[in-house]
């Protein structure tokens, strides 16, 4: 007895080949990555998902950023998609530029002002002073990690030590990182008043968590940390210093450790005003501070 083929219908093959070509024009049409400028208050999270909502990306298309930009922080931040994503290491050694400005004369426990802040013996700086502090850090340089970071330690990240106050049961990891320019840009003065103005809208710029399963440190302990700027602002000090710097460094090269590196090295406490990161790529040293960007993002 003979079987007779079944006939593929005209409808069912105009719809697989279709589908076909719909999958084809996604792969094609879909960057492999996109920048985006990660906003004050942003976490990288929530940046990448204004983007999704932004491009109309669909939520079937995975999302991810390689290279990590803290909440008081702002500017360039890579966003892999699709397929990418698989292949985020990858992207992991990237070096970047920033322009920070460094407060001088008040420390915080975060590095930013977003952490418990105390202020240390006043210090008058001059240009030439910054300049060449600045000369003698460029190089191979090794860092702590702020307490406040997501770097693990056994398990556990670095703030939830720092927040059980148990960091004296643990080595503090350190990072080499590469400064292959530093370069102090400007040095000028601020009234106390447009601080603490700068300082309560950064604060205030970050959502207010209530997520319950993030009680330790709950809302980024922005009720203590309100409570010490405020002490500060009774204080006698009426004008601080800030000193602007750019920098080519390195990939996981902290700006908040290397702000107080910088304030130790010029005899004095200070904190990362502002980090804006303005550039990621591949860059290659030429000679002394000279070099090229062989990929930009």
């Known amino acids: 007895m003979r079987h007779r083929k079944k006939k593929h219908s ?36 929530v940046a990448t998902e204004r983007l999704r909502r932004e491009r109309h990306i669909p939520h079937t298309t995975p999302l991810a950023y390689a290279g990590r930009l803290d909440p008081m922080a702002t500017g360039t931040l890579l966003i892999l998609v699709g397929d990418e994503c698989k292949k985020q290491t990858k992207y992991h050694a990237l070096d970047k530029v920033y ?6 004369g008040i420390h915080s426990d975060s590095g930013d002002v ?3 802040v105390s202020a240390c013996a006043p210090q008058i700086l001059t240009m030439q002073n910054a300049r060449n502090v600045c000369d ?32 004296h049961e643990i080595d503090l990891p350190i990072k080499e990182s590469t400064l292959y320019t530093l370069t102090a ?16 809208e950064k604060i205030a710029s970050i959502p207010e968590v209530r997520d319950t399963r993030k009680q330790l440190g709950a809302d980024f302990r922005r009720t203590d940390v309100r409570k010490t700027w405020d002490i500060i ?5 009426e004008t601080y210093q800030i000193l602007s710097f750019t920098c080519t460094v390195s990939s996981g090269t902290y700006m908040r ?5 910088i304030a130790q090295e010029l005899g004095t406490c200070g904190l990362a005003l502002s980090i804006h990161r303005t550039t990621i790529g591949k860059y290659r040293p030429l000679w002394g501070t000279w070099g090229i960007w062989t990929k930009k993002y």
């Open 10 to 45: 005209g409808k069912k093959v105009h719809i697989s080949f279709m589908s076909r070509m719909q999958k084809l024009y996604t792969h094609i049409s879909t960057p492999r990555y996109i920048t985006t400028q990660k906003a004050l208050g942003e976490t990288p999270l």
């Open 99 to 104: 322009t920070v400005e460094l407060l001088i």
């Open 114 to 116: 977003l952490g418990i």
């Open 136 to 167: 003698t850090l460029i190089g191979n340089i090794t860092l702590p990690y702020p307490h406040f970071s997501a770097k693990t330690v056994q398990g556990k990240p670095l703030h939830t030590w720092t927040l059980e106050h148990r960091l």
């Open 185 to 200: 840009t400007s040095l000028k003065l601020i009234t106390k008043n447009n601080l603490l103005k700068r300082v309560y």
């Open 233 to 237: 602002d009774q204080s006698n000090v």
């Open 257 to 261: 450790s290397l702000a107080e590196k």
